[in-house]
Nanobody
Framework: QVQLVESGGGLVQAGGSLRLSCAVS????????MGWYRQAPGKQRELVAS???????NYGDSVKGRFTISRDNSKNTVYLQMNSLKPEDTAVYYC?????????WGQGTQVTVSS
């Protein structure tokens, strides 16, 4: 059974950092492109960052230069290092395939950035 489990969220002050993790099971992880997404209250879910099997990455304009996506194929895990956090980064963060697959959204992990 395929599972994606996000962790690492929390409450942080503006300018702080967090590292999110997404543990993936049930698939041959290294053959899959993955993405981090977020949904703020009252807003649509948006792509934050993506990483393909070769390691190339892409970022949303609002997080470029502050966030870094990475993957460890030996641990079936994708990470999102978030630095210089801003209050507008407050959202529930999810991982999924890139592009995302309906039906595989997990619980997500809440990130709250206080000003």
């Amino acid at each position: 059974q395929v599972q994606l489990v996000e962790s690492g969220g929390g409450l942080v002050q503006a300018g702080g950092s967090l590292r999110l993790s997404c543990a993936v099971s049930g698939i041959i992880f290294r053959f899959n492109a993955m993405g981090w997404y977020r949904q703020a209250p009252g807003k649509q879910r948006e792509l934050v960052a993506s990483i393909i099997t070769g390691g190339s990455t892409n970022y949303g304009d609002s997080v470029k230069g502050r966030f870094t996506i990475s993957r460890d194929n030996s641990k079936n895990t994708v990470y999102l290092q978030m630095n210089s956090l801003k209050p507008e980064d407050t959202a529930v963060y999810y991982c999924n395939w890139f592009p995302p697959l309906t039906g595989y959204w997990g619980q997500g992990t809440q990130v709250t950035v206080s000003s």
